[in-house]
């Protein structure tokens, strides 16, 4: 074998090498940029709301898209988040890496009219294209009021002027048996309002549930009531509106909807406790059909007044009502310079969280008289009133009072401005005096003795000692090896320095992975949250076990902390290799603890839902880990 072949044979294993690692390496595919509109639903009734998808391809953070273009609908803004993935395959040795980047944008729409209505297309800009998405036709019908079901909205007044409370009550009256019951009202998604729920006793002999409203909820009471001389069950809520701007306000648009039942299909085999519906325990075997009905409101609106400006005294803040104000001082006797804490309270209209006292500085008497600090504790509601707490300190021996605090407001039902003063408080101010050491000491100090020098006739050799009185104090490295307190001296500094780098490395791993953390929490906060749930409020249970896989599904899945839906995680966890029985059993989850919350019955044992959700989560963080 010649030099060349030997050469050749020694390179085969090399050669054979090179290509198993070219075989090895990763190829990405590529994604290109698009953007795309999807709704949830594309047949709604009119003042149903519904969400829009923006899903933008290929970039992650792409600029926000112009909705200018949308008409007739209310929209609103629901924020966004990443949908990002990334998947990693094997064939024949050669590995495969697919990532894909992208952004989704989510949209509240609300139809206002019926009829067939237009998302055009919409501009979206990323990675510096412009994209443009598909227009969508949605059908809106119009919301019809029948004899079962009737949606009542009542205004405690229908004209009041800007900063005056008023309450708006609802009522969905209905015959027919219900799972779920929701509320839109549009007026209060705009920015006209101080929105407050009523602080109002709960009754024990009544039932209360959580209400959808709008994209929030609020608390209702269930009992029963007449209508036009007919017996309904009758779903109530309340809000406490304060409005910001003067105009005509209209709640005509507003609507109520259910899912009703309308009759019974025979189950052909006894289903579990986390199947398709429910509520079917109740039947008797028999599955229930239910049907989705909206019905419109009948029409109120608000005529919001100004308030004069004619009469208006000094330091009006836009107090509507009528109004008391009482302050207490402590202490009331000091010297010049000494703080003084003033703590008032102010008493009125039942919403108190808007109202912010005038500045103190702003008032002649206490502005020639104290110096006053330019912030100012902010109030808290307590008792019926609102307490604010301020620091004043004296300037002069001449201050004898603290002088009464004003509080202008607008007497509504008179129609005129009024002032609340609260009682002048009686004040002794002294002279500072300057402290001495004599005072600081307590007593006089004795006069200065007079010594004479006198000449030491022994000599300076008088006091000499040969040096063996002398002890040896040398010191050195080990003599300081020897004492504890140079020890602990020498060995702290490097001690501390380990302990810092330790606590640093720490934080800067957990800052450079924050989401990580959040994963590795998720489950632990899930227990502790089921755990709390079982011990609490039976009613309140689905809500509870509801929002405990949704924050638990968020953190491990690295999902935007908000109001995670079954859509939201479905996707999520196919691409995590979650299979389709155990996302399905999710998604089961959510759908009667949806109804449970909503619809305000289960025929379950609350303990079968915390176990069962226990051992999904189990399953999940088997999977996801």
Known sequence: MDGTARIQTRLLPYLAGICLVTSCVCTASA????????????????????VLQIQVEGDESPGKPDVSGITGFDVQDLGGQQNSSQSISIINGRMNKVVHRGYIFNYRLTPKKSGTLTVPSIQVVAKGRTLRTNPLQIT?????????????????KTKCYVGEPITLQGAFYFSKEIQSAAFNVPSLDKDVFHIYEPDTPRDPNKKYYRLPLNNGEIIGTLDRGHLNGKSYAVLRFAKALIPKQPGTLDFSSSSAACQALVGYRQRERRRSFFDDNFFDGFFG???????????????????????????????????????RIVAIAKPTDVSVGDPITLTIRVSGPPYLDHVELPPLDQQPA??????????????????GAKVFTQTIRATHPGVTEIPAIKLPYFDA??????????????????????????????????AAAKCELVAWTKGIAHNYEDLNVLRDQRTGPSMWLQSPVWIAILGLPPIGYIILFAVASVTRRRAADPEGIR????????????????????EELHAAVLEAVRQYLAGRLRLPAGAVTFADAKSALAERGVDAETITSLGKLFKECEAGRYGGMSSADPDDVITHTRDLGKKLERKLR
Do not use: C, W
């Open 413 to 446: 039902d008179r129609g005129q401005y009024a002032i609340a003063k609260s009682e002048p408080i009686p004040l002794t101010v002294r002279k500072t005096r300057v402290i001495t050491a004599r005072d600081a000491e307590g007593r006089e100090l004795p």
């Open 366 to 383: 206490f502005a020639e008289n104290f110096k006053i600090p330019k912030e100012m504790a902010p109030g808290k509601v307590e008792d």
């Open 519 to 538: 994963a590795r929490r998720a489950y632990r906060q899930l227990i502790h949250a089921l755990n709390h749930a079982q011990h609490g409020q039976r």
């Open 31 to 50: 994604q290109g940029l698009s953007a795309k509109a999807v709704v949830e639903k594309d047949e709604v009734f009119v003042g149903e709301p519904f």
């Open 140 to 156: 809106a019908n119009e919301p019809v009021e029948m004899e079962d079901f009737k949606f009542r909205l009542d205004l405690s």
């Open 285 to 323: 075997g028999r599955k229930g059909i239910y049907k989705k009905y909206v019905v419109p409101s009948n029409s109120i609106s608000l005529d919001v007044l100004p308030v004069p400006t004619d009469g208006q005294p000094p330091g009006y803040s836009g107090l509507v009502g009528v109004y």
